[in-house]
C-alpha cells in the first residue's frame, strides 16, 4: 500500500545532518568509539579508490578522440572489472540498449546533466560520500547533484512515486549492515559505458566494516526485465583519515546549462 509522501522529512534529514556533522567534526580518530548502540560504527567520509564510475566491468585505456585538444588528459583509464564472474548478465535487448548508451556517451550519460547517479553507482562515484550513523536512521550524503539518503530501519512502506535514488530500507545481518534499495526511476546509468538497469530494479548493499578504516562492500542488482539473473560487484571503500578531512558540495547544476539548453543558448558565450 502505498502512503503520503511527508513533506516535513527534508526539514529533519537537514537538522539531523548539521547534528551529526557537528558531532563528526568533534570526533578525532582516536577517540573514535568502536559500537553505536552495538553495532559497528559506519561514520566517515569514504571513497572507492577503483574505475567503476567509467566501466564496473574490465575495460582497456581508451582516447577520447572527440575530446583530442585535452591531450592525454582526455582519457579513459584500464580498469579491472568489479563484477563478480566478471561480465553483466543483460538480456539480448538489454545489451542492445547498453550499446546504444555506450554510442551516445557523454552527452546521454545522466551524470554530464547533473542528475543524481542513484545506487549503488553514487557509492563508487568517484567523489566521496559521508556516512552518519547514531540510533536508529542512517543517512548517506554525496556531494554530487548534493544527493542524499536515509537508510530506513523501521520504515518499510512504499515510495509514492519512483525517484532518481528510489527509498533506501535498512537491517542488521549481525555486524553487517543490509540496504535494499527500491523504487528508481530507471532513468540513472550505472557508469559512464552506458550500463543501466530498468525501473524494475532491486539493489541490495552489504556494508561489512573491516576495521576502523576499510569497509567491504558489495551489491547486488536484481532486474529480471535487464538482466537474466541477479548479479553482484564487490569492492573496498577506503575511509578518508586526513586531519581535516570533510565533504566538499559539487552542485553541478550551472556546468549543464550548455548540455541541457544549448539549443536556447545558441550565439551565447
Partial sequence: MRHRWKPWLPLVTVAALGLAAAGARAQTSAARPVRISGHPNFNGIWQAL???NWNLESHSAEALNDFWQLGAIAAIPAG??????GTIPYTPEALAKRNENRAKWPAADPEAKCYMLGVPRATYHTLPFQIFQADGD???VYPFAAAQRVIFMADQTELPVDSWM???MGRWDGDVLVVTTKWQNGQSWLDRAGNFASSQLTVTERFA???????RYEATLDDPQTYTRPWTIEMPL?????QNAQLLEHK??????????????????
Fill in 50 to 52: 577503483n574505475t567503476a
Fill in 80 to 85: 579491472q572489472s568489479v563484477v563478480r564472474g
Fill in 138 to 140: 542512517l543517512l548517506m
Fill in 166 to 168: 528510489g527509498k533506501s
Fill in 209 to 215: 566494516l573491516q576495521g576502523p578504516d576499510h569497509i
Fill in 238 to 242: 577506503y575511509r578518508l583519515v586526513d
Fill in 252 to 269: 553541478c547544476v550551472p556546468f549543464a546549462d550548455r548540455l541541457l539548453y544549448q539549443d536556447l543558448l545558441k550565439g551565447s558565450k
